[in-house]
Structures are given as C-alpha cells and as structure tokens.
C-alpha cells in the first residue's frame, strides 16, 4: 500500500484548506484510513478517521466541527480527504495520512502504512 498526500500549505488564520491522500496497492479499499498531525516539538496526533465504507468517521475533539473527513473509493484506489475550515495558527503542522487492516483507532500504532506528509502552515 502507497499513500501520498498533497494539499497543504500556506494560509491565512480563518481560512480553508482541502488536503487529500492518494491511496493505491494491495486491497487500499478494504482498509480503514486516518489523518494525524504533528505540531513542531510536539507528537503525532490524531484528528480523523473513516472507515473502509466511508460511513463512519471519528474525530479529535480539538478539530471536531472545524474538519470533515471523506473518502472516494475506485477501483484499486482510494482518495481521502480532509476538509480544514476556520484554520487557526496551532493549526500548524504537518499532517499525515495512514492506513490500517483493522479497525480504525486513535492510536497512530494501529496503523501499518504512512504518507510522507504534507505541511500546513497557518499565519495569524
């Protein structure tokens, strides 16, 4: 499995971004995906998860309201999304997309396979 995201960048606190993750190889479309993010000094952590159906989606409480993640499945892919609205300056990081065989959780240990990350940088 291959996930490579793109999206990110620079924008003004209040503003909007739309990142996506490029999910190809093995049975992508069957997994449950994950965004995560890490703050400069800060851990990765997590801020959305949908899984395999795009049913049912899980979100960070820090973010909860302000983003929106979804999925668009074809064959032998898989597209997610994360909608970033009212961006705010402790917004900044870079952000992750991850894939996991199981049950999507919280914990970025539950997740086999990453993306390199994409950088969003939010100014005040």
């Known amino acids: 499995v291959r996930l490579e995201e793109s999206g990110g960048g620079l924008v003004e606190a209040g503003g909007s971004l739309r990142l996506s993750c490029a999910g190809t190889?093995?049975?992508?479309?069957?997994?449950?995906m994950a965004w995560f993010r890490r703050a400069p000094g800060k851990n990765r952590d997590f801020v959305a998860s949908i899984d395999w159906t795009g049913s049912n989606a899980d979100y960070a409480d820090s973010t909860k309201g302000r983003v929106t993640i979804s999925r668009n499945n074809v064959k032998n892919k898989s597209t997610v999304y994360l909608d970033l609205d009212n961006l705010k300056p402790d917004d900044t990081a870079i952000y992750y997309c991850?894939?996991?065989?199981?049950?999507?959780?919280?914990?970025?240990?539950?997740?086999?396979?990453w993306g390199q990350g994409t950088q969003v940088t939010v100014s005040s």
């Open positions: 991850a894939a996991t065989k199981w049950s999507a959780q919280r914990s970025d240990l539950d997740y086999q396979y």
């Open positions: 190889g093995g049975t992508v479309n069957d997994y449950d």
